[in-house]
């Protein structure tokens, strides 16, 4: 990977404030991941934040990589790894639309958990292909759409309010963009399985 193609990208809360106030919430997805993942795999987590999904499948997985657009979150995904002392988990900040480092197929399974609502839109798809490109299975947690008119689907609307202009910005564009959905047609990845979580507010696709 060219340093050159990597566009830094920082928010407030990134690292240690996103590990403490972020991660716990998401630690029923990261659950749910690990238990539709074959033991002995090698999974790509795109968008990895501060390291939870890759610690959480250290045990389990022969190699993980995570991979995310934020130095601070990898900084500290990386003080984390190197804490637990964990051999077969590793971390690159880096754009994960381009991974030419990796060959195709290079691994099992890629993750990515709400990552995609973040992005800008013209990277959605990109990402979603490169993945698929380097992996034989792209399993992706994000927003339902539309979302549920429900209390949690409210509190995730507050939330997303909180992170930041631009952040609700590309939480909006997201949602008119047809979500999870739409992406995986416009990806050109058939879905395999899909099924609801947290109050219906987030939905799991993996494809075939």
Not at 153 to 169: P, S
Request: with cysteine.
């Amino acid at each position: 990977m060219r340093r050159s193609a990597i566009e830094p990208r920082t928010a407030f809360y990134d690292g240690r404030p996103y590990a403490m106030l972020v991660e716990p919430l998401q630690a029923g997805l990261h659950r749910r991941l690990a238990e539709m993942i074959e033991p002995g795999s090698t999974v790509i987590d795109a968008c990895c934040g501060p390291g939870a999904l890759p610690l959480h499948l250290a045990g389990k997985c022969k190699r993980v990589t995570g991979v995310d657009l934020s130095p601070r979150q990898i900084k500290h995904a990386e003080q984390r790894r190197r804490r637990g002392d964990l051999q077969n988990v590793f971390f690159l900040a880096a754009d994960v639309t381009e991974l030419r480092r990796w060959a195709d197929g290079a691994f099992d399974v890629a993750t990515i958990v709400l990552g995609l609502h973040e992005m800008p839109a013209a990277k959605r798809v990109p990402t979603l292909r490169e993945l698929a490109r380097v992996s034989r299975c792209v399993m992706a947690v994000d927003y339902t759409v539309p979302l549920p008119r429900n209390l949690p689907g409210l509190m995730t609307r507050m939330v997303e309010v909180a992170a930041g202009l631009r952040h609700f910005a590309a939480f909006r564009n997201y949602l008119r963009q047809g979500g999870l959905g739409a992406l995986f047609v416009e990806a050109g990845l058939s879905v395999a399985h899909r099924e609801h979580l947290a109050g219906k507010v987030l939905t799991l696709y993996r494809s075939s």
